[in-house]
C-alpha cells in the first residue's frame, strides 16, 4: 500500500513538471515569435523608406543637377544598407550593430541631401517633393516607434529567458537572447551649435 502511494506520489510529480516544462518551452517560442514580429515590424518601415528614397532622389535631381556627389551618397547608401538584412532568427548584437550602422549612413546621407534642398528653394516649393520629404518625416517616425517596440518585445523575450529555472530549459532548447537596438554613436553627446 505504502509503495503504491509512493509510485503515485513520484508519477503526480512527474507529470507536473512535464506540464511546468511544457508551459516554460510554449511560452518562449510564443514570447520569440513576438520578437521576430516585432522586427518584421521593423524591417517593413525600413524598407518604407527605401522605397521612398529612389522617388526623392529623382525629384532632387531635376533641380539640382551639379549636386551629383551628393544624390550619389544617397544611392549608394541605400544600396548598402537594403543589402545589410538579418535573419529575424539571427538577431545578434553584433549583426544588429552592422544593420544599424548601414541605416545611419543611409540616415546620414538624407540629412545632406536634405541639406542641400535648403539651396534650392524651387525644389522646396515643388507639390512631390514636399510630399515626399513630409512622407519621409513620417516613416522616420515610423522606424523610431518600431524600433521602440522591438526593444520592449525583446527585452520581455530575454527577461523571461534568463529567469531561472526557464534560463535551463533556454539553454536546452537553444533559446538566445536578442541584441537591442542602441543610440546611434555620439547621441549621448551635444550638438555644437555656432552662429
Known sequence: MLKNKALWIILAIVVVLILWGQS????MVTKEEG???AWSQVENQYQRRMD???NLVN???GYATHEKSTLEGVVNARAKASQTMINAGDLTE???KQFQAAQGELSSALSRLLVVV???PDLKAN???AELQAQLEGTENRISVERKRFNETAQGYNTY???FPNNIFAGLFGFAPKAYFTADEGASRAPKVEF
Open 24 to 27: 516554460t518551452y510554449n511560452n
Open 118 to 120: 535648403e539651396r534650392y
Open 94 to 96: 553584433e549583426n544588429l
Open 52 to 54: 521612398l528614397i529612389p
Open 127 to 129: 507639390q512631390n517633393f
Open 35 to 37: 520578437v521576430k514580429t
Open 161 to 163: 529567458i534568463r529567469r
Open 59 to 61: 525629384t532632387v535631381k
